[in-house]
């Protein structure tokens, strides 16, 4: 997979941090976005020290006008990361309605925010290797699954699954990749605060090698583990009853009721 142009957003914190580090290196340009600027900036130091061009951009994924304004603005775009989003752990004020909108805003529209200026940039640039531009965004195997006590994570993390599958499925035709990258649990700030078990979990790095390793292989849906996607698909054929419980269990030491 030939990369010149890659752009990450998240990628102050967690999986886009551990992205833009595997990816950086010499000749290759890095747009990076976050909003912790100081973060950003430390890890376009280090993507700098290993040789990377690098520009960083303090931007809300959820500002649709400006995102547009700074994806459409770039050249060409190799490979697109939309990492960038936000649980009930990594919210202040977890409690209110607020909270059930501004998960799915950040998750789905945030992703819709990078992934569809950059399908435009995409569009403009020649045809390289049969591919003219690669684009994930990341879900999660929790998109899988109805858990009682994550209804809009789940809820904006399996729109993102459908939306990434299904609009690959027309844009392959103007060779352009997408990808949904359906993680399990991944060691970062985000899972930091959960005091469950976190069955199968890897930390940020591995999560970052699976995730490059699926879309070099054009990848359209990248699952880790493998195992535990697949039993969340075996727990969300079962009725609904039997399987509320079980994702309430655990849960109940954080004392929060994510709707
Ligand atoms: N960790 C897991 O187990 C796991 C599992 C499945 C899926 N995921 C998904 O993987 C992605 C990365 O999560 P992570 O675990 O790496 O969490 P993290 O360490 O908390 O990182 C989240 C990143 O998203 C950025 N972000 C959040 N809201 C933003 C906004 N409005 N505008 C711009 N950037 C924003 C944060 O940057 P700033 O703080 O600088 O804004 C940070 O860089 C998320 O979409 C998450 O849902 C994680």
């Keep these: 997979m030939k990369l010149n142009s890659i752009l990450i957003t998240g990628a102050s914190s967690g999986i886009g941090k551990a992205c833009a580090l595997r990816i950086a290196r010499p000749s290759r340009h890095l747009y990076l976005n976050g909003r912790n600027q100081n973060a950003l900036m430390e890890i376009a130091s280090q993507c700098i020290t290993k040789g990377a061009s690098v520009k960083t951009k303090n931007q809300d994924v959820n500002d649709r006008q400006s995102m547009n304004d700074w994806i459409t603005a770039i050249d060409s775009l190799d ?10 752990n990594t919210l202040s004020a977890p409690k209110s309605d607020d909270f059930i909108y501004d998960i799915i ?3 789905l529209y945030g992703v819709l925010n990078t992934v569809l200026p950059s399908i435009s940039v995409m569009k ?13 965004a990341i879900s999660s195997i929790a998109g899988f699954i109805s858990s009682a006590s ?9 729109a993102v ?8 499925g027309s844009l392959k035709n103007e060779n352009i990749l997408l990808s949904s990258i359906c993680c399990g649990f991944v060691k970062t700030p985000m899972t930091s605060k959960n005091s469950f078990f976190m069955p199968g979990m ?9 995730i490059l390793k699926g879309i070099a292989r054009g990848k359209r849906r990248i699952t880790f583990p493998l195992w535990l996607g697949s039993i969340a698909r075996f727990l969300d054929l079962l009725p609904p009853n039997w399987t509320d419980g079980l994702y309430l269990q655990g849960r109940k030491s954080q004392s929060k009721s994510f709707r």
């Design 202 to 210: 890897v930390d940020a790095d591995q999560a970052a090698y699976l």
């Design 161 to 168: 699954d459908r939306l990434m599958i299904a609009m690959g």
């Design 79 to 88: 490979l697109v990361l939309a990492c960038a989003g936000v649980s009930e």
């Design 124 to 136: 403009r640039q020649p045809i390289k290797q049969d591919v003219r531009g690669r684009i994930a």
């Design 105 to 107: 805003q950040t998750n």
């Design 150 to 158: 994550a209804a809009s994570y789940c809820a904006s993390k399996a």
